[in-house]
């Protein structure tokens, strides 16, 4: 059960952390750098859309990242899921509220369809890593000691 949490905490951290720091605040400081230097409205115009450009690839949120993106929300609804097992759980143990053995049915249900979205994820950014090399850092975030491998 503990392995389960680490595995989904892992992602979601490594994923917030992503989003903030290498997407995020990369484009914001490659922004500032743009406007520095722009000397005219247009300019100015033509910085903002690589900006927002930008955003949008390394967010995930371009068009050739429909499946990654469905993929990784499926991942962060099993991380939903399974707190709610975890509450569960807890009910069971403290108030004696539940079966020991449906929870146990929900745990491994959930760790199979982690480990096979995430299966699938890894796939999926080795591939896309072909067309968009900034997937290589994403894949090294998420999977840099094969943690995820069996």
Do not use: P
């Amino acid at each position: 059960v503990l392995f389960r949490s680490a595995k989904s905490l892992h992602l979601v951290s490594n994923l917030w952390s992503y989003f903030v720091y290498e997407v995020s605040m990369a484009a914001w400081t490659q922004f500032q750098t743009a406007l520095s230097q722009c000397k005219s409205v247009d300019d100015i115009r033509s910085a903002h859309d690589a900006y927002l450009s930008n955003l949008k690839v390394h967010s995930l949120l371009h068009k050739d990242f429909t499946n990654t993106r469905r993929n990784i929300e499926t991942i962060l609804q099993l991380s939903r899921r399974y707190c709610t097992a975890q509450n569960d759980l807890t009910a069971l143990l403290e108030r004696r509220i539940g079966d020991i053995a449906v929870i146990k049915g929900v745990y491994q249900g959930i760790a199979d369809e982690l480990h096979r979205e995430m299966s699938l994820l890894l796939t999926t950014i080795e591939e896309k890593n072909l067309k968009y090399d900034f997937m290589n850092f994403l894949q090294l975030r998420l999977n840099f000691n094969q943690y995820y491998h069996d």
